[in-house]
């Protein structure tokens, strides 16, 4: 029955026997991460949810002029060297 299990499961994976036997306990540790962060979630009141979405700590800087300037300054060089590139 075991056997059959983890042959269905190597099979779903396009691995061998052995590499779903050695990836099992990583797939068991990361359902039960989920699970457990599911429950905490559930926990929550509606204002703890919301002071979450809220915090300013978890946009890591994604709103920053300089990080967009910069970033559109790459996107021009990388564009005319590539139209430098396709020359022949």
């Given amino acids: 029955m075991l056997r059959d299990r983890l042959a269905a499961r190597a099979k779903q994976q396009r ?3 052995a590499g779903a036997i050695t990836r099992a306990p990583d797939d068991s540790d990361e359902r039960a991460f989920w699970d457990q962060a599911r429950v905490g979630h559930a926990r929550l009141s509606a204002a703890e949810r919301e002071h979450g ?3 300013t700590t978890l ?3 994604l709103v920053n002029p300089a990080d967009d300037a910069l970033g559109r300054e ?3 060089i990388n564009t005319r060297l590539m139209d430098v590139l396709r020359r022949p």
């Fill in 15 to 17: 691995t061998t026997l």
């Fill in 53 to 55: 979405a809220a915090c």
């Fill in 59 to 61: 946009t890591d800087d």
């Fill in 74 to 76: 790459v996107l021009y």
